[in-house]
Structures are given as C-alpha cells and as structure tokens.
C-alpha cells in the first residue's frame, strides 16, 4: 500500500498503524485548482483516517481563497460529513484561484488562520501550482508566525507550539501532466468521458460516412488525446508534445483518402487543445476540418469535448487510487518531522510511494521548457517511459507501412482466444495482429478456442479486417472453456497443416491450464515446440503470474455503477443493507476492491476466512451505523467466498438479525460484469501487452526460425505478467509452485494489502501495515506516466 523503500531494516518486523497516533494534531485538507473527479475520494480519505488515528481534520473550504479568508470557510470535518461522496464529481469543498495567496500578505493571513485552529499538517490535492504554493509556504511559515506574534496577531507561545508545518500534496489533474506519477486523480474517468462520446460519435460517423475531428483536453499535455487516440484506433492525432512533422497536411489526406478507398466508413482525427506545430504554431481542430475539406472534399464536422471532461462520476480506479493516496498522506503527514520536505503522493505501478515534491515540478517544468524551445524529442522522453511506449505503439497500429517496405519473415503467428470472454480481448486481437503484419508475419485467426483449433476454424486475419475492434466487447473470435488436453493430436496436425511457426493465447485460467498442456506435451508432438506466449485476460484477475489481467477494469466498474445505483436507494428508503454477489470465482478482487469503490460496509471473500461471530459483528456494525445520519449499508459477497455461507444465507441472516433496525435486499449481479464495452484502461492495456507479446515472440521467432533451433526450453513457452511496475515474461512451468490450481487463484495477490483500507474507511478496527512507509523515493525512476506499469 505504501512506498517501496523500507524504513525498517531488512528482516525487521512491520510497523503496524497502532504506533502512530494523531492525538493532539490538527489536519487541514483543501482542494485548489481545476477540479477533477476522485478529489471527494481523496478527501474522504484523508478525514476518516485522520480521524481514525485521532487527529481533528478541518475541511479548507474554496482552496486557498478559502485559508486567506479563514472564519466560516474552516470547519472541521465529522466522519458523517463524508458520507456518500465517493460517487460525486468535482469536489464538495469547493476549488478557487486565489491571487492573494501569491502575495506574501496572502500567506500572513492563512498562517494566522490556519494557527487559531491549530492546523499544522496540509494536505493539498490540486495540480503542480497549488502544490508549488504549499511548498513556498511551508518554508516561510516560521518566518510568518515570527511576524504574526511581533504585529500581535499571535502569541509567544503559538509560535513555539505552532513551530513548523508539514505539507503532503496529492495531484489532482485531468491532464496526467505531473511527472512523477503514473496516474494523476481524475485521468482515467476523464478517459471514461472521452470514450463514452468517441464511441457514440463513431456510430453516426459510420452512418453518414463522415469523418470528425475531436478536441479534447490538454493545454500542455498530450496525454488524453494519445490515449484516447491508442484506445479508439484513431486515423491522426495532434499533440503539444510531439508536433506532426513538415508536410503533415498533405500525409493526414492522403492517409484519409487511403481508409476511404478502403471502404472505411469513418474517419476519427483527435487534437490536444494544446496541440502546436514544429514551429510552436497552434494547430485548431477548426483548421484541420478546413484542410480537410478543402483537400478531399469530405463531409466533416468538429466536435470540442471541452468540460464534460471534467465532469461525471469517477471510475472506479479513481476512486481506489484516491483513496489509496488520501490514506498514505496521512501516514506521511504522521511521520513528517521538521526536517521532513514536503512530498507529494504518487502511483507507481500497484504501489503508493512519496516523492518530494520540488523534484517532480522542477521535472513537469523542464517538459514545458523543451517544447517552448522546441525539443521534441526531449519533451517525449522527459513525459516518461510510457507516454513514449504509447506514441510509439500507436505510430506503428494507425499506419501500416506499404508491402513493398516491410521485409517478411516467413512466419505464421496464430492468435487464439480462450476461456471467459472478457472486455478488452478484441483490442488484445487487434494489436496482435497490426504488430504482427508490421513485423512481416502473417498472422492467423483461430475462432472458438482450442476446440475451433482442433476442428481446424483458422484463417489469415488482415490489417483492415481488425479496424474498428477496440471498442467492442466481449470475443470477436469466440471463445470457449474448452482445455486442449484431448485434442492435442488435432491440433498438432493443424500447427503442422498451416505451418503456425507461433502462437499468441489471450484468455483467463484456462489458457493458462491450457499452455501447461501444450507445455507438458512438446516432447510428444514435435509441432508444439514453438514459441508459445498467453496474455492474462479475465474478469476474475486470478491469473498467475500478473498483478492485472485485462477485463477486470471493466468488470470492477459495471460494479461500481450498479453499487452507486443501489445506494442511491437505500439512501431514498432508509434503514436498508443491501447483499451483493459479485464474480471472481474463489478470487475476491472484484469483491474487495469493488467494496473499495463504493464505500462498502464489508466484503467477504475467500481468501480471508470468516464465521458466524465475524456475521454477528458485521450486522452489530450496521446497527450502529443506522443511528447516525448514515441510514444504509452495503455488503459485498464474492461468489465463491464460503461453500456454506452462501448469499441466501447471509441475506437471511442480516434480516433475522436485522429486524426492526434496517430491511434487506439481495442482488447477484452475474454475467453482466463480463458485458458492456472495455474501459479506456482495458482497452490501453489489452492494446499495449498485447504489442509487446508480440514483441516476445518476433524475438523468439529471429533466435530459431533458420537456424534449426527447437524451442523446447521453458523459456519458449511464457505468460506474459504485470509485477509491480515491470513487464515479465515468466516460464508457465515456473509459475506452478505459485498456483493454487485446486481454487485457481495465485497463492499470492498484491491486492489484498488493500483490505485493510476499506474497512478502515467503514469505521471498523483493523491492523494496517506501514512498515513500507516513510522515505522518499527519487524521482528520476518514477516517471512512467500511463499504466500499472511502464509497459
């Protein structure tokens, strides 16, 4: 949950949460800036720990405007007061620009506002220029209270009390433009926004045979517009940080005129606000529909997305990654001494780590310095690892070169979708495909899983053939459960028939069942010793080997949107627990992190045993709850949790033991979370693991195809993983010691370190684990801006 550095020495045991006590500290917590949806995450976050350690939290009303004014804009802030919050956009705090915060005279009035309340510990969630004023105050508050007490506004001994102030910021920014993060609050349901109109667009697009030019967010940062670009297939995008080059104009239509001839319907052109020429020239998305129809004659309309980026409720993984953030600022803010700079929370891969905060806006800082002098190059590589992936990734699926220009290997590379169908496959299939033509490969469809193997459904899939899949959910190639165990003979003859040189299996755990049979049986078929990579793709995110799994982005937010619905209600009834079943089979994290997400009261889940008293307590708590203003509840139940504890029961239970204090309702949400169209976040993920498997097997193909190598080391047959923030390719042989195959899970899972964090927010005790906490990490490695991973 918390930063990778240890505190403790190696070997030492944890440091739990008890040690550290808030007792006599005062919070203050505001909101600054442009608004963004997960900042009310954060902010809950931060009251109910604070108050959970037993510090008094204070609500900063309006930003900083609201600390210069102090009086009614300062009040502390109640568990209650962030009750149903989670699921509101914007920020209930209120933001503000403040120029008298910029004046020295500004910051006297805050301090001496901020001192009658006993406020010494920040937290700010805003963009690089709230938390670059948080730092300038910071170091002039001694100096501050020193001229408080001489002009009597303060005394003697509140400026020895009230010595020193600590400052944690969180960034809080649409845009993704803070280096230093992977993921700022408010990116990805700013994605959610994009998609949702691109995909609606698109449709009437088609029908009219139009093309559109789309304008989106990003005065400085290119980020949506890439991403969004990435995960619609879009034919041009425009961004400040990587400018179209000279004679763009005249390549974008012929480019365009190209997808035409080819019978595409529609043609979708994405700009950054922002977005400039190599000469630092602003190029408008009014400018290129003139372009366009001046040069081809196309029936052309502009649509500016404008604010609606701003608004709507979070997804889910803004929720998670606010609260994970607004959690560990507290923790940061606990431990800070005066020596102690100011840090910034951020996201690195699956972990929250601090990093000072001066370090990531000097770096931010130095990206804008470089397109203003017109370094391009740099700023691509300063924006990180990932951002450069993407625009790399993206160049190479949206232009496919001319045959005459790509050398051909002479290799057959299959595709195949196994197990589950899952939101995100199709974009899995396209990516695959695209990379691999521009590889030289021709690459084969094999439909309805390893029984469509067997029965010989494969055919050649083409460039085209693959437009348009990225938004589609579920499996366009079918696929079934179906292990190949049995049909290992047929398959063999079909590897042979159609001379597949390698194959590409994207699927949940049956794939991965099925590539330790293909595994297993090389040394009696000859033809399966090829090399051999799965893509995990799963609702369930149970595959060994990755910490995410394509599809279960999706699926956690079809849960939390049915959750905000059905709180909605029981808020409108009054005294209601509602009983959720989710999906997962024995793996609980879509019950864990989508309790997470909705601001559950409890989700039982396999991997954490409980019994009746466990029942008894948890109804004990809502009984509580139901005397305070907070009159509802709501109970996560992962489908496989407990044989005997099944959703009827609980449901009986909670209304026996219930009864007079709050009704029960049950809902099993089922095979809906499987359905709908993948997140930006799946679809963004699907696209680039699934690039680099065939990254993996292009490199594996050059090492054996021509040289008479065999691939029957283990190292030819891998599951393509997610740890932390690394890409691995493990040998699936390897992975069994890590697999509990009897309930299909790992035997380890990064996310329940998490569990903890949803019931702390509930209001229940619970032993957090800190011992990660409490240094902060340098920068430089930090900065991958996009996934989970720098993939």
């Known amino acids: 949950m918390a930063s990778s550095v240890p505190l403790t020495p190696k070997g030492s045991f944890p440091r739990y949460l008890e040690h550290l006590s808030g007792s006599g500290k005062a919070i203050g917590v505001l909101t600054s800036g442009g608004d963004a949806q997960g900042m009310n995450a954060a902010v809950r976050a931060v009251v109910r720990m604070g108050i959970y350690v037993g510090a008094k939290v204070y609500f900063i009303y309006e930003g900083y405007q609201g600390m210069v004014d102090g009086g009614s804009n300062i009040v502390e802030a109640k568990w209650e007061s962030v009750s149903s919050i989670l699921q509101v956009g914007g920020t209930i705090i209120g933001s503000a620009r403040c120029k008298a915060f910029h004046t020295r005279e500004g910051r006297l009035q805050a301090a001496a506002n901020l001192v009658q309340w006993g406020i010494t510990n920040l937290c700010v969630i805003g963009g690089d220029g709230?938390?670059?004023?948080?730092?300038?105050?910071?170091?002039?508050?001694?100096?501050?209270?020193?001229?408080?007490?001489?002009?009597?506004?303060?005394?003697?001994?509140?400026?020895?009390?009230?010595?020193?102030?600590?400052?944690?910021?969180?960034?809080?920014s649409i845009d993704n433009d803070f280096c230093g993060?992977?993921?700022?609050?408010?990116?990805?349901?700013?994605?959610?926004?994009?998609?949702?109109?691109i995909d609606a667009i698109m449709t009437t697009a088609q029908s009219h045979q139009r093309t559109f030019v789309l304008e989106v967010m990003g005065r400085h940062c290119g980020y949506l517009a890439l991403v969004s670009a990435l995960a619609c297939g879009a034919d041009w995008v425009f961004l400040p940080e990587s400018p179209p080059e000279e004679g763009w104009e005249?390549?974008?239509?012929?480019?365009?005129s190209e997808n035409r001839a080819r019978k595409k319907r529609l043609n979708i052109i994405i700009v950054a606000e922002g977005a400039i020429d190599t000469q630092n020239q602003p190029i408008s998305s009014q400018k290129i529909k003139d372009l366009v129809v001046k040069q081809l004659g196309f029936d052309t309309r502009v649509t500016i997305l404008g604010h609606v980026q701003r608004g709507g409720t979070p997804s889910a993984f803004d929720r998670i990654l606010a609260s994970r953030m607004g959690v560990e600022a507290v923790v940061a803010l606990l431990e800070a001494t005066p020596e102690t700079p100011a840090c910034v929370v951020s996201l690195s891969g699956n972990q929250a780590v601090r990093l000072p905060l001066v370090e990531c806006v000097q770096m931010t800082q130095d990206v804008q310095k470089a397109m203003d002098e017109r370094r391009f190059k740099d700023a691509v590589r300063l924006r990180g690892r990932s951002f450069e992936g993407n625009l790399n990734i993206y160049k190479r699926l949206?232009?496919?070169?001319?045959?005459d220009q790509i050398t051909k290997s002479n290799c057959s590379v299959a595709v195949i979708n196994v197990g589950a169908p899952a939101a995100g496959m199709n974009a899995a299939v396209r990516s695959a495909v695209r990379v691999g033509i521009a590889d030289g490969h021709k690459m084969l469809a094999i439909y309805d899983g390893f029984d469509g193997f067997a029965k010989g459904q494969i055919k050649e899939i083409g460039w085209s053939d693959v437009g348009g899949w990225t938004g589609q959910g579920g499996s366009i190639l079918g696929t079934k459960r179906v292990l190949p165990g049995k049909f290992l003979e047929e398959i063999a003859e079909q590897i042979r028939a159609h001379s597949i040189n390698a194959l590409l299996i994207i699927g949940g755990f049956e794939a991965y069942l099925g590539l330790l049979e293909l595994s297993a049986a090389r040394e009696k078929y000859e033809e399966l010793c090829i090399p051999m990579v799965m893509v995990p793709a799963t609702v369930s995110n149970n595959v060994p080997g990755s910490d995410f799994s394509i599809g279960s982005d999706t699926a956690l937010n079809t849960i939390t949107d049915t959750c905000d619905r059905i709180k909605q209600s029981a808020s409108g009834t009054k005294r209601r627990v509602f009983i959720i079943e989710t999906m997962g089979g024995y793996c609980g994290y879509l019950a864990n992190m989508g309790g997470l997400a909705a601001g559950a009261d409890a989700a039982y889940i396999f991997e954490e045993p409980f019994d009746i008293r466990d029942l008894q307590?948890?109804?004990?708590?809502?009984?509580e709850k139901m005397k305070t203003s907070i009159q509802r509840g709501l109970v996560l139940r992962n489908e496989s949790c407990s044989e005997n504890y099944t959703t009827d029961f609980i449901y009986q239970l909670y209304s026996e033991e219930g009864k007079g204090v709050f009704d029960c309702r049950k809902n099993v949400l089922g095979h809906m979370q499987q359905g709908g169209v993948p997140s930006p976040f799946d679809r963004n993920f699907g696209t680039k693991i699934s690039a680099r498997a065939m990254q993996w097997i292009t490199t594996k193909l050059k090492e054996s195809y021509g040289k008479g190598k065999k691939c029957v080391s283990d190292d030819y047959i891998c599951v393509l993983g997610i740890s932390?923030?690394?890409?691995?390719?493990?040998?699936?042989?390897?992975?069994?010691?890590?697999t509990d195959f009897e309930h299909r899970i790992p035997k380890e899972q990064w996310w329940l370190k998490l569990r903890p964090l949803m019931k702390i927010l509930a209001k229940y005790k619970a032993s957090f684990d800190v011992s990660d906490s409490g240094q902060l990490e340098p920068v430089q490695d930090q900065n991958t801006q996009g996934e989970p991973a720098a993939i």
Request: charged share 25%.
């Open 130 to 172: 709230s938390l670059t004023g948080a730092n300038i105050f910071r170091k002039e508050w001694s100096e501050l209270l020193v001229e408080l007490a001489k002009n009597g506004k303060i005394s003697e001994e509140a400026v020895t009390k009230y010595s020193y102030l600590n400052v944690v910021g969180m960034v809080g």
């Open 181 to 197: 993060t992977d993921m700022t609050i408010g990116t990805d349901s700013a994605l959610h926004r994009i998609m949702e109109v």
């Open 250 to 256: 005249e390549n974008m239509c012929v480019k365009l």
């Open 398 to 403: 949206a232009i496919k070169l001319p045959d």
């Open 617 to 623: 307590s948890n109804v004990e708590h809502l009984t």
């Open 724 to 738: 932390k923030r690394n890409v691995i390719f493990q040998p699936v042989a390897d992975l069994k010691e890590e």
